[in-house]
């Protein structure tokens, strides 16, 4: 149990074009999901954290109106980038995190997405 | 907020060796810290973690010590494989308080034949 997937997996696009990456929970729910972008050999910087029914909290530095996040379900998140630019080019990967109430046997454990490489010419 | 420090960056050792990796944390208020391994291009997998009412949890070859007071916590793999080569990551995050995980800068292992 307890996967995530994202679509989609590697995408290839011009400078100035919108990208949306979705990010889904398989078998379980997820109230909360994150965002997070990796550079190459770097850590997993967390961007937001996504809040199904309302609106993301972005981290410092994150330009809200250039990833636009919703939660629509408790099964999905997207994540669309706009209007990007060759350095928006990185790895993005999504983590849902399971309920608290551990129905799902898993207390607060976050599961990762397997990424999406995004490619800015 | 939270900042955790994760060291060294790079670390190789002999198959059958240990490998220890160790990472800071600066909230007090942390009381969840997993331990993630990530090969290349995948996503990070969840390897062990440790929550903040024991000092020390172990799983086959590794373990995860906790020292509350110093506020560091330390990834121990014994019998290393040429397997475990793969960039290692800490994190911490505070349990119900919307769980954000801050990571630590990541370890590349080398396990070496």
């Known amino acids: 149990g307890a996967v995530v997937s994202q679509h989609p997996s590697w995408v290839i696009c011009k400078s100035g074009t919108s990208v949306k990456i979705e990010c889904r929970s398989l078998?379980?729910?997820?109230?909360?999901m994150f965002w997070y972008r990796q550079f190459p050999k770097q850590s997993l910087m967390l961007m937001a954290t996504s809040n199904e029914g309302s609106k993301a909290t972005y981290e410092q530095g994150v330009e809200k109106d250039k990833f636009l996040i919703n939660h629509a379900s408790l099964t999905l998140s997207t994540l669309t980038v706009t209007s990007a630019h060759p350095e928006d080019s990185s790895f993005y990967i999504c983590?849902?995190?399971?309920?608290?109430?551990?129905?799902?046997?898993?207390?607060?454990?976050?599961?990762f997405g397997p990424g999406t490489r995004l490619t800015v010419l | 907020g939270e900042n955790v420090e994760q060291h060294p960056s790079t670390l190789s050792v002999q198959e059958g060796d240990s490998a220890v990796i160790k990472c800071t944390y600066s909230?007090?208020?942390?009381?969840?810290f997993p331990w993630y391994k990530q090969e290349l291009g995948k996503r990070p997998q969840l390897i062990i973690d440790?929550?903040?009412?024991?000092g020390e949890k172990k799983d086959q070859r590794i373990a995860v010590t906790l020292n509350k007071t110093a506020k560091h916590f330390s990834l121990h793999i014994t019998e290393t494989q040429p397997e475990d080569s793969a960039v290692y990551f800490c994190?911490?995050?505070?349990?119900?308080?919307?769980?954000?995980?801050?990571f630590g800068g990541g370890t590349r292992l080398m396990v070496k034949p």
């Open positions: 983590s849902a995190r399971a309920p608290p109430s551990g129905r799902n046997g898993f207390y607060n454990e976050q599961f």
């Open positions: 078998d379980f729910q997820a109230t909360t």
């Open positions: 994190a911490a995050s505070i349990q119900g308080a919307g769980n954000m995980l801050t």
């Open positions: 909230d007090s208020a942390s009381n969840y």
């Open positions: 440790i929550r903040s009412n024991v």
